[in-house]
């Protein structure tokens, strides 16, 4: 069983920058591909970004150019670090590892974090 715990949302001003971070339980985090996925009221749950094992990233047209996922095996931690925030990035964030990074597209695996709320709003 993976667990998942993530951290680093908030409240914050248009234009401004916040941090997620998604710690991973377990050893093989390095062998794992990670999402991070949205979910806004009344939306369903979508990709945001992702990134495969080797580091080959994907992003959400809505997000490219603004929002960076990275990971540090060491760590076991992935994040997303997101610039220029739009009041329509508010939504709950969420993590997922182990999923399947396959011909440049993400498929979610049933490993799911808790979720992060992320608010921007002047």
């Known amino acids: 069983q993976v667990q998942l715990v993530e951290s680093g949302g908030g409240v914050v001003q248009p234009g401004g920058s916040l941090r997620l971070s998604c710690a991973t339980s377990?050893?093989?985090?390095?062998?794992?591909?990670m999402g991070w996925y949205r979910q806004a009221p009344g939306n369903e749950r979508a990709l945001v970004a992702a990134?495969?094992?080797?580091?080959?990233?994907k992003y959400a047209d809505s997000v490219k150019g603004r929002f960076t996922i990275s990971r540090d095996n060491a760590k076991n931690t992935v994040y997303l670090q997101m610039n220029s925030l739009k009041p329509e990035d508010t939504a709950v964030y969420y993590c997922n590892a182990d999923g399947l990074y396959f011909n440049d597209e993400y498929s979610p695996s049933t490993y799911w974090g808790q979720g992060a709320q992320v608010t921007v709003s002047s």
């Open positions: 990134i495969a094992s080797g580091g080959r990233r």
């Open positions: 377990g050893s093989m985090f390095r062998a794992y591909a």
